[in-house]
């Protein structure tokens, strides 16, 4: 039996197989109107597709828990119950294809109200749907982007609320899982990490200060999702930084804190917070980060970063790098991956009866 396509029970929800899909953002979505911030057609292609082609999980892309907190005028958001509505088409259709539903729960911080990726991705104003970012203190991601209003404490717990109610809301559109983003620069990673939080209030300065928001999060969240599903939280695992960033060894720490706080699984990445930084991409190059989480730590772990070929991904699991792998840019390219993984390491996939033909 394939390592790959054995099932995978977190809490009382089992995943099929070990191949699962990352969140990666659409851009696709009405920046203003009656739906704003509600999936439509393209969303429900594009992750029916990977369900169909056998995919165990499917991570639903950054979803902002505030119009604010979105990374784009153009993201999904949760924060009202046309959104919910809009989600459960969604979900109802992967869970019908044995794939388990999952949402990332989003805040993009310093980092929010930019343009599409294909449009260059640069800051957007009030002309181009835009806001007022906010961050943990007033300092900009990059050079030719605005200064963050730096929140206040009141302002922090607003967003903790925030995420909760966004839980409340993913349980009702039909989710089995929810992710909590805090990597890749955005709200929560921008608190971790010494090179985006500059406080010397009880968010700043120490270890425990400034994770204090992240656990602050996950507490609300865990609070309000039940105890038989289990929660996610998406880390980057460094910032790729020599000094005064967020380093591996944070990672490791902070991995054994979010167990104890309700966490049942880590998706380990990396990088974000900073630009200009070099990082050595290359085949699996993230997945030392993951493994050496699940090797120091009773906490499981995903892997992410360039897993394209069936061999890689079942060594990685196997391996006992990793619990399971997440691939991006290869589902993009070929949504029935799984499907064509499991021919090829002797596994079993859900097909769907209507594509028969291609067993």
């Not at 990352?22 to 369900?51: I, K, L």
């Not at 200064?147 to 607003?158: A, K, N, R, S």
């Not at 089995?176 to 500059?198: R, T, V």
């Amino acid at each position: 039996m394939s390592a790959l396509f054995e099932p995978y029970a977190l809490r009382e929800v089992t995943i099929p197989n070990r191949v699962w899909m990352p969140p990666m953002c659409q851009y696709s979505a009405a920046p203003e109107g009656p739906d704003t911030g509600a999936p439509n057609d393209w969303h429900f292609a594009h992750y029916g597709a990977r369900a169909a082609g056998g995919t165990g999980l499917i991570v639903v892309e950054a979803t902002g828990v505030s119009p604010e907190g979105r990374i784009s005028p153009w993201d999904l958001g949760i924060w009202n119950d046309t959104q919910v509505e809009a989600f459960r088409r969604i979900t109802r259709f992967l869970v019908s294809q044995g794939t388990v539903p999952a949402i990332q729960l989003a805040h993009a911080g310093r980092k929010a109200s930019t343009d599409r990726p294909w449009k260059g991705g640069a800051p957007v104003g009030p002309d181009s749907y835009g806001w007022q970012p906010v961050a943990p203190s007033a300092i900009p991601f990059a050079d030719g982007h605005p200064v963050p209003t730096e929140l206040t404490v009141d302002g922090i717990q607003e967003v903790v609320g925030q995420f909760a109610d966004a839980a409340r809301r993913a349980l009702a559109a039909g989710f089995e899982i929810a992710e909590i983003h805090g990597a890749h620069g955005y709200l929560i990673n921008e608190f971790l990490s010494p090179h985006s939080n500059h406080r010397t209030d009880e968010y700043g300065g120490s270890y425990e200060n400034r994770t204090r928001f992240a656990l602050q999060v996950v507490d609300a969240v865990r609070a309000v999702w039940p105890q038989d599903k289990p929660l996610f939280f998406r880390i980057s695992a460094t910032d790729w930084l020599e000094n005064d960033g967020w380093t591996a060894d944070d990672t490791v720490r902070f991995a054994v804190d979010l167990k104890a706080h309700g966490i049942d699984l880590l998706d380990v990445s990396t990088g974000g917070n900073a630009s200009g930084v070099h990082i050595p991409v290359g085949p699996g190059y993230q997945v030392p980060f993951a493994a050496r989480v699940k090797a120091e730590t009773s906490l499981p772990v995903a892997a992410v970063g360039l897993i394209t070929e069936a061999e890689q991904a079942e060594k990685i699991v196997a391996n006992g790098e990793a619990d399971a792998v997440l691939l991006g840019r290869e589902l993009l390219r070929n949504p029935s991956w799984a499907r064509h993984a499991a021919r090829e390491l002797g596994g079993d996939v859900h097909v769907p009866d209507q594509y028969h033909r291609s067993v």
